[in-house]
């Protein structure tokens, strides 16, 4: 079983900075795309953004472009997501996620794609 866990949520002021790992055990880790999505309270999950198993960097829109980014260490099994100038609306639980590889091109964004899922950091941003 691949399992992913989330750590490094916490509370921070605006325009802070943040990094969150997940780390992904099990299986192959460097043939899994993974993503970032997350969830406010009475909300719908949204994505974030993701990494592809070569390094491409997916992002949900010019909102978050510019300010986070991802990276990935197939050495620790591990996807860092990196988190800058934070607003209050990026309060939210985030979860990583992990994708087996396809022979066929898909969209990052959906949550369907993705098989493994971990349990979620919260993230608070105060104004």
């Known amino acids: 079983q691949v399992q992913p866990v989330e750590s490094g949520g916490g509370l921070v002021q605006a325009g802070d900075s943040l990094r969150l790992s997940c780390v992904v055990s099990?299986?192959?880790?460097?043939?899994?795309?993974v993503g970032w999505f997350r969830q406010a309270p009475e909300k719908e999950r949204e994505f974030v953004i993701a990494?592809?198993?070569?390094?491409?960097?997916?992002y949900f829109g010019d909102s978050v472009k510019g300010r986070f980014t991802i990276s990935r260490d197939n050495g620790k099994n591990t996807v860092y997501l990196q988190m800058n100038s934070l607003k209050p609306e990026d309060t939210a639980v985030y979860f990583c996620?992990?994708?087996?590889?396809?022979?066929?091109?898909?969209?990052?964004?959906?949550?369907?794609?993705?098989?493994?899922w971990g349990q979620g950091t919260q993230v608070t941003v105060s104004s």
């Open positions: 996620a992990a994708k087996p590889p396809t022979s066929y091109s898909v969209n990052y964004s959906l949550q369907a794609v993705y098989r493994y």
């Open positions: 099990g299986g192959t880790f460097s043939s899994y795309a």
């Open positions: 990494i592809d198993r070569s390094g491409g960097i997916r």
